[in-house]
Structures are given as C-alpha cells and as structure tokens.
C-alpha cells in the first residue's frame, strides 16, 4: 500500500517527496509508515525494487489471451514492457536527480540530510518483514537482495538484472509457444530478439533521428521481415 501510494510522487517529486504526503496519499497516518520502515530512505529504496522489478509487468504478460493471434501477443507484450520500461526509468531518474541514487552513497546506517526521519530512527518491525529481506518470490530481481551492500545505485546489480532479462524473456516465450511449429526458430530466440528490438526502441532518439519503430511495425519486423514480398508493395 505504502509503496504503491508513493511512487507516482516519487516520480514527480524524485527524494523530495515527504513521508506525510505519502501517508496522505495512502490514506494512512503518517506514523504508520514507520511502522514497515526505518526512516522514508527506506521507503524510497522500496520504490526503487518496485519500479525495477518484474513481478507486475509479468501479472500482465499472463494475463495476455493465448487465443489472439501471435502478432496480437506480441503487440500487447509490447505496449506492457514499454509501461513498465517508461515507470522505471521515471522512478530511478527522479531519484537521482535528485540525488538519492548518487554512486558510493552510503546504505540505510547514517544517512543524513532528508527531513522528516527525526524521532524513527531504531524502530521496530523491521526484522521479518514480508518482501523485505531477500525478497521473497521475487527471485532476485528486485535488486533488494544480494549485490546492493547498502550502497544506492541506478538499478539492480548485473546478475539481478540478468535474472530479469530471463524472467521477461520466458514471460514472451509462453506467448509464442502456442506458435513453436510455424516459428523458423525457436520461442526462446524470437522471444529474445523481441526484447532486443523493444529495448532498442526504447532509447532516447538522437536529435534528427527518425521516429522509432511503433509496436506494430516492430512486430512485422520481427515475424514478418524487412523485405518486401515479392509482388506486393507491403
């Protein structure tokens, strides 16, 4: 609840945001708060394993309908990933411009300079909290568990993001498996040249480059080709 109240503002407000505008958000009492966490940079790392991790963008993959078409799919996988993609890097990006993701910054002991904290430190109910030592089901992916060693970074450590990379791409590869015998190569390739193709598209443009492929013509791309057949001018 706590989490889910607080990262539409911590995307606009990035570490500014406070405690009591979360509270009031969640429509909770702000003391509430420190009863799941130490202080709100704990709050904000939850966010940040929120924004990062698969779980919610995998919900919808399986939601998708097998009985579409296969460029249906992949179509609707697409326009998910790309939420999902757009939330994490609102999430991490306003967290660091702001300053709470700077590189070596020191782990959750110590911390300074964030209003609000007076008075939470050495609260209880941090010990056994679901969801908050190693993650539970997440599998590592949400960059809470092994490989922080209570510095802040940018995302989760690369055998986290590996781990997510694979759970994504095994998401997609049930959407095709349907498919298996009319695909030339195997759902697990396609799957992931279809990350490949979406995470490209994905970057920021350079300045005067064309637009980037839409859902639908990356999909033509990947199940159709780029080349024209012969006869036809499609």
């Known amino acids: ?21 979360i509270a009031r958000a969640a429509g909770i009492g702000e003391a509430t708060i420190f009863r799941a966490f130490k202080d ?8 940040v394993a929120e924004a990062v991790g698969t779980d919610h963008v995998l919900r919808e993959l399986a939601t998708i309908s097998l009985d579409e078409p296969l460029d249906v799919r992949l179509t609707e996988a697409a326009e998910a990933l790309r939420a999902h993609m757009e939330r994490m890097g609102t999430v991490v990006g306003a967290l660091h411009a702001s300053g709470h993701l700077r590189p070596g910054r020191g782990g959750p002991d110590g911390r300074e300079g964030h209003d609000g904290r007076e008075g939470h ?21 949400g960059g809470r568990g092994e490989g922080r060693d209570g510095q802040h970074g940018a995302g989760p450590p690369p055998d986290a993001r590996a781990q997510s ?7 997609v590869v049930e959407l095709i498996e349907p498919d298996r015998d009319a695909c030339r190569l195997s759902p697990e390739k396609v799957a992931t040249a279809f990350l490949g193709l979406l995470f490209t598209r994905l970057h920021t443009p ?12 990356l999909i033509a791309v990947l199940l159709h080709g780029s080349l024209k057949h012969p006869g036809s001018d499609r």
């Open 40 to 47: 709100k940079d704990e709050v904000l790392d939850a966010c």
């Open 1 to 21: 609840m706590v989490v889910a109240a607080a990262l539409p503002l911590v995307a606009e407000y990035g570490a500014a945001v406070t405690t009591s505008q």
């Open 121 to 141: 430190d050495g609260r209880e109910g941090r010990d056994g909290r679901d969801g908050r030592d190693g993650q539970e089901g997440r599998d590592g992916r």
């Open 165 to 171: 990379f694979l759970a994504l791409r095994d998401g």
């Open 206 to 217: 350079a300045p005067g480059a064309e637009a980037p492929l839409s859902p639908e013509e």
